[in-house]
């Protein structure tokens, strides 16, 4: 199952409707087991916060850019998930 989470009601709203993809504004509503991983492609400062996010909740993430804009938030991406990495 593909579906596709954003903060924005109007996007979502438009990516239903013209996709027929289903869309949710929380991590949460997205099952671990939906899908063997997930893809992380929004604005690069949003990227650390939600690709730990959908990981600390289970899921296999894959980020379409780098998971940090620079060397400090690789780090801290880096031990933030450093506790379940060794889960997985």
């Known amino acids: 199952m593909a579906a596709v989470i954003g903060h924005h009601a109007d996007r979502l709203a438009a990516i239903e409707r013209d996709y027929g993809v289903p869309t949710a504004t929380d991590v949460s ?4 087991a939906a899908a063997d991983f997930h893809v992380v ?15 600390e909740a289970g899921h296999y993430v894959f ?12 780090r801290t991406l880096w031990h ?6 060794g889960r997985v």
Request: proline fraction near 19%; include cysteine; glycine fraction near 6%.
């Open 63 to 74: 980020c379409e850019t780098p998971p940090a804009p620079d060397l400090d938030g690789l």
């Open 41 to 55: 492609a929004v604005s690069w400062p949003a990227t650390p916060g939600l690709a730990a996010e959908l990981a």
């Open 80 to 85: 933030r998930l450093e506790p379940i990495v």
């Open 29 to 32: 509503a997205v099952d671990p």
